[in-house]
């Protein structure tokens, strides 16, 4: 019984890690999945935030040459102190286009997964 158990736990963990790398792309990816719910995940070049609240930040090179954009539109909802430039983030959304690059718009602090 207790073998059958390890057994059944080891197949879900597999099962669950093969799902999640299925959907998890880079940010460099990105362009190729307009359209699609990811998970997306690379490296911070670069946090901007406009007067009017909207934040900005920019994946594997900052504005102009970047090749992602996560973007927060009400700053207030959603937490993002702990990012800095250089680190590695995951998020989740909906990628869209915008002006030819790739972006995922952040509405709930849910979609950022993973800052590293």
């Known amino acids: 019984m207790i073998i059958r158990i390890k057994l059944t736990t080891v197949l879900i963990l597999l099962f669950s890690a093969s799902i999640y790398s299925q959907d998890t792309i880079s940010s460099k990816e990105a362009k190729n999945f307009i359209g699609e719910v990811k998970i997306v995940k690379g490296p911070v070049?670069?946090?901007?935030?406009?007067?009017?609240?909207?934040?900005?930040?920019n994946f594997d090179e900052d504005h102009p040459n970047s090749t992602f954009v996560a973007v927060i539109k009400d700053a207030a909802n959603i937490s993002?102190?702990?990012?800095?430039?250089?680190s590695t983030l995951t998020i989740t959304g909906k990628i869209e286009d915008y002006k030819g690059k790739p972006q995922i718009i952040l509405t709930e602090q849910s979609q950022i997964l993973k800052i590293e």
Do not use: D, H, W
């Not at 993002?80 to 250089?86: D, F, M, N, R, T």
């Open 80 to 86: 993002y102190s702990e990012l800095k430039v250089g």
């Open 45 to 57: 070049a670069g946090i901007f935030k406009s007067n009017k609240g909207t934040v900005l930040i």
